[in-house]
């Protein structure tokens, strides 16, 4: 058996174009709009040899491949590993790495703790560090709102949201970069997340605990099912992880391409601070727009085909959202960002039995923090270069110098 990055080698079938890019690449990553939409001219399916996988990058085909788990499973790994093939870095995701009919009975546990319901209970706290913050930027007037705003404020709302009672902000961002990037090959970017991996893992694990979390809060909801034999106390332990790896790094990713689509867009901010309304769609079009989560896989677990072409069992298929979510077939204007678009349909949070559920949590939070601003700030002007931080899973930005000026 012919292996490439942990997964099984294969020929593409004829009709496949075959692209000889590496996706992966640092460059493409800062700036992948061209590999978009050179991945969705070539057709349904490409074929990447120096990786051996399929990409799909045109809207219908890639919502297709990753809500359809019967056929493209998350079992074998979300990366380029192929789970069946070779023992992942961890012990797999018992939420996001597994099929039906598992995966229904820890989502389901997952699903109670970030109903609507259980978050309201946050909103308050939400509001108030939200204002805090908000109000220590204006101050300032030039930040670094990478560091200032989309670090600090997740860091700050959700390890007590979940009910830690020992909190390492920088541990917790390393921690998702950590699992991200794992997900792509053996290339710089995850040889240098895994390098923290001594000491951050032991770190995380232990945060877990139940003996490490309060008796109120997400964690506590989550051992509470324990309790009442819904899950073991290990899984327990293994979904509160699962908050740990995606829901701290992807709302932060969040956060800073949203200040940069409205510092980039100041008349669709202007729109927003005369029309409040606005803004839930103007975040899912930030979603549509930037696609935070911009390339995950699904593996082929039999002969198949996808838009009439075969697909061995076996193949790694590359969704990557991000070609999806600004494909012109299906959205007019991709490369505009508009806050009253509403884009339905969009793949920022993936689609299908997947799709996350931590989404409304991740909704509470950057809304608590544009409706913080837009009552105390006039305009959010750049104040030097955005630089994008290259990632195989993830696009966010690496700094994103600002000026907050007052109402
Ligand atoms: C802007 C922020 C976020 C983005 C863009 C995002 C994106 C995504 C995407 C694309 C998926 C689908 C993965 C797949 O189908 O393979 C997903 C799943 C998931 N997300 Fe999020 N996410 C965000 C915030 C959060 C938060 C705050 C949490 C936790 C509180 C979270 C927890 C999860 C979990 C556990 C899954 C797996 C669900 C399952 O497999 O059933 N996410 N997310």
Redesign the pocket.
Known sequence: MNMIEGHVAFDPAPGIPVWDIDPYDAAILRDPFPYYAGLRERGPLVYIPRYSVLAAGQYDTTREI?SDHERFV?SRG?GLNDFRHGTPWRKPSI??EVDPPD?ART?KV?ARA?SPKAIAAFRETFRETAETLVDQVLAKGRIEAVAELAEAFPTTV?PRAVGMTDSDPRRLVDYGAMVFNAMGPDNALRRDAMARQADIVPWITAACGRARLTGEGLGAIIYAAADAGEITEDEAGMLVR??LS??VD??V??IGNMLWCLSQNPAEYDRLKHDPALIRPAIEEM?RFTS??HT?ARTADRQTTVAGLPIPEGAKIICV?GAANSDPQKWGDPERYRVDRRPQGH????A????????N??RAE?EALLTAMIARVDRIEPAGAAVWRPGNAIRSLDRLPLTFVAS
Do not use: D, K, Y
């Open positions: 990753f998350s979300v939420i996001l995966h989502r997952m970030l959700f699962s908050f995606a829901g992807t709302t990713t969040g979603l935070p989560v995950f959202l793949m920022g949070f993936g299908g039995i997947h799709g996350c559920v931590g989404q949590i991740a950057i």
